[in-house]
């Protein structure tokens, strides 16, 4: 079932037959780099089934992003609830095939979620973090309307960054873009 459109990708509820295609891209440790660990084949299942339970109890997760002229899973990208900086946040997550990286395609996700987030949900503000050093994850935050919000020391990244987006900045966008960019 698809969940978003957008001009070139669907989202849709992943499943355990994604196994191979979330494989590729959570197992390769370029697209990895900046993550703690780079998945073997348990981490990649426990990684679907927790999605999948959080579709359940929480009406979202990360969704799987797929091309709409093929239907190929390229990655995933969702909303999901993390401890920030101690606080339980709702953040929006992606994660890119390498060989699908730099044509926009997270960004046209993240935009998507973003919107449908701000659309479904009462969240006053969304946030996205990463490790402090990857540049390209904050950028595509930064691309979608997120601004810095802070950076925090931790143990697993050392120090995360993180970015945000407040309701009301979210409708700034939308009146300016009057259904353009922000459109998804």
Not at 21 to 29: I, R, W
Not at 108 to 137: G, H, I, M, Q
Request: proline share 4%; with cysteine; aromatic share 12%.
């Amino acid at each position: 079932m698809k969940l978003i459109n957008t001009d070139r990708l669907f989202l849709r509820e992943m499943t355990p037959d994604d196994y191979q295609a979330l494989f590729k891209v959570l197992g390769d440790p370029e697209t990895m780099w900046h993550y703690p660990y780079t998945f073997d084949g348990q981490h990649v299942r426990d990684w679907i089934e927790r999605n999948m339970n959080r579709y359940r109890k929480d009406g979202f997760g990360l969704w799987a992003v797929c091309l709409s002229e093929s239907g190929e899973m390229i990655g995933d990208c969702g909303l999901t609830l993390q401890n920030i900086n101690g606080e339980l946040l709702p953040e929006i997550g992606y994660h890119i095939r390498r060989d699908c990286q730099r044509k926009g395609y997270a960004k046209e996700a993240a935009k998507a979620v973003l919107n449908w987030a701000f659309r479904n949900t009462d969240y006053p503000a969304l946030y996205s973090y990463c490790k402090y050093t990857n540049v390209p994850s904050f950028k595509t935050a930064e691309s979608i309307g997120m601004h810095f919000a802070c950076e925090y020391p931790d143990e697993v990244n050392g120090t995360t960054h993180v970015s945000v987006i407040s309701r009301e900045d979210w409708l700034k966008l939308m009146r300016s873009c009057a259904g353009g960019d922000m459109k998804d």
